[in-house]
């Protein structure tokens, strides 16, 4: 109909048209893609990389869920058990405990936005990518960023911290307690009582590591903690965890399906309980680690005491194009496991064994792989 | 085990156990939230508010799907289809088109991050809620915000905006094509060659109108065009809909689950095709319209040119309490519709005829739900 006015217009010439205001005047130039028209089609993978990892399959369940609206009571009731999941998985009891409508870099934003005004000054454990980011969203608040540069597979010590602090007398200082860039694992005990005494707030990134490595957010003293919901929780990406003991508002169309999900994520670890993830992560990693030096493959982080349960990394094997292994195991098997990134790039192979994908049968399942791929690929010249 | 090792360093005495900074040295306190050990129960409802709406059963089996890698090439193939289905219903060939992975407001705060500096001066239609909300964000961001404030109810002339621009030389101007608020559909035809002739960008949200009313976005030279995925597109909340021609760049975990949802809902709308959803929209609209006023309820909207054919205002009853009505169809009917928002709370009972949700048999039920409530709900002498 409108195809059939907008021709009649046409016919009254350029002109004439031009002065014709209305809707008919219009044709739609452009037409339906033609690749909406074939049917959505997605590969069954195993999801081995640092992150996102499968769904489990009740989250997967919650997210068939038919929608309700964002402002009913019964959504009310879920977003107040995901603040209880949230408390529990944290070890908290802050309050203002709540998901975050977006990624993991969004709760880093909001946590670095309600934490820093211009001309703070901001102390940034950067031993990888997270803190190389927290950094660039300071300097873009205007904060005076005081980067401590490691290289990857470092980790912090409370006594090269204690130095940081004093000299640069930080309002906040940013740590990552699961490092998957590099695969190490941050001790946490200790450094917020080191921040307080030098009136600092301590912000934590957990998104590679919580569940499936101990944090104890009220114990330790941290201040702001955040987390993902694509890792060790099984949830789809869009989601994450963050808690804090500033006042904030928010008001839009929560993801409501992703909140089911997130639900779902949260509840499977209220009943698996905290203690038994974290050692399901720590033994079926050990058992990884065990197979991987099996094959002759070294890991990245030399000490075991920060080894990250959740994300292993591997040095990239010597003779090898890092990518030619992870394309090999993509393409022959379906399974995902990732190369370095940031500063870790080209120096390790990423496996990531994360909430349901954390057994030893997936061990093995990669190991095979692995060992096909090291068999295969080609390989230069020693 | 942590418990029983926590047990054996307190019984060293608290200064001997305080300088054990080990994992041991914790436990959980915050036991597992008793909410979250039952199950998730979801009841069926029939979302005739403003949005979020139903979701589709090709939507609701998307949501269902495992997941892959954000950076696996499927989905750069997906990503691609939904910018093309994008480009499809906006009737526009910009390249910078794109999915946001957040709500409709995500996709106003990235626009207007993008579009305006501060001191810059910026033209805001504020005849409702979003045109309230992007002068707070224009605010926020440093600029001199000029918003032409107008009752619920109405809409702009280009007569009026000619006014504005003259006097303001803004160089941006925002308005809503569908104003869920008050249920007004504002003309676009003519505004961006306005806009233009006073070197002035048009930003249009069409959140609450897009795939249910026309849009040509690049005929109508509109600059900047905003939606949401829950409204017509009948997918859940969580991600928007963005088209503009200035350069952006960003790399997160995408949403991956929510996006391929949003893939299908835009292959439910290529396959349709835009004139038909457009006619449906309006014809069972119109039938909706026919019935509340065969009610003897008078439809808030008096010109029926700027009637939203997606999201329906009805002048709030007289000597009822709005409330006591939303409340009687949702809770003898599991129907929501909802009252006024903002400058239209009080004043209007909303009703949303969404995408799969937009039938003649919805509308059946809407009104025989709205009837009896008219009958049971109290109601004052008049």
């Given at each position: ?9 046409a ?9 014709v ?8 130039l ?42 009913h009571k019964?959504?009310?009731q ?12 944290f ?6 405990t709540?998901?975050?409508?977006g ?40 904060a ?10 470092g ?9 940081g ?24 005990d200790g ?5 307080h ?19 104890y957010?009220d ?5 702001v903690?955040?987390?993902?919901s ?9 989601t ?13 169309t ?33 058992y990884l ?23 292993t ?24 496991i ?6 870790s ?18 061990v ?19």
């Open positions: 109909m409108f195809r059939a006015l907008a021709r009649a217009t016919a009254l010439g350029p002109q004439a048209a031009g002065r205001r209305t809707m008919a005047s219009h044709q739609l452009v037409p339906p893609p033609k690749a909406l028209l074939k049917p959505l089609s997605i590969p069954n993978r195993l999801l081995l990389g640092p992150g996102p990892s499968n769904l489990a399959p009740r989250v997967l369940a919650a997210g068939g869920l038919q929608m309700i609206g964002h402002m019964e959504m009310f879920i977003m107040d058990e995901i603040k209880q999941g949230i408390q529990y998985v070890q908290t009891k802050n309050p203002l709540l998901a975050i409508s990624s993991g870099h969004c709760a880093l934003e909001a946590a670095l936005f309600n934490l820093l005004e211009p001309g703070d000054s901001f102390l940034v454990g950067a031993n990888g990518i997270w803190g190389q980011r927290a950094a660039d969203i300071g300097e873009r608040i205007g005076r960023v005081h980067p401590m540069i490691k290289d990857p597979g980790h912090y010590t409370l006594q090269e911290l204690e130095e602090l004093a000299r640069h007398k930080p309002v906040l200082l940013f740590l990552t307690q699961g490092e998957s860039s590099s695969g190490v694992l941050q001790p946490l450094y917020g009582e080191l921040c005494r030098y009136n600092c707030l301590l912000l934590v990134d957990s998104v590679a590591s919580l569940g499936g490595a101990p944090i957010m114990q330790q003293g941290i201040d903690l955040y987390s993902g694509q890792k060790v929780l099984n949830s789809p990406p869009g994450s965890l963050l808690s804090f003991s500033e006042k904030a508002k928010y008001h839009h929560t993801p409501v399906i992703s909140l089911f999900s997130l639900r779902e994520s949260l509840a499977l670890i209220a009943e698996q309980g905290l203690e038994s993830s974290w050692r399901q992560h720590r033994e079926v990693t050990a680690h065990e197979r991987l030096q099996g094959l002759g493959l070294q890991l990245f982080v030399k000490d075991p005491a920060i080894r990250l349960p959740t994300v990394t591997v040095a990239a094997p010597a003779g090898y194009n890092w990518r030619d292994i992870v394309n090999y195991v993509m393409d022959h098997f379906d399974i995902e990732t190369g370095g990134l940031g500063p790039l080209g120096k390790v192979l990423r496996i990531g064994l994360l909430g349901c994908n954390a057994t030893r049968e997936n093995d399942r990669v190991i095979h792989a692995l060992q096909e791929a090291l068999k295969h690929c080609p390989r230069s010249k020693m």
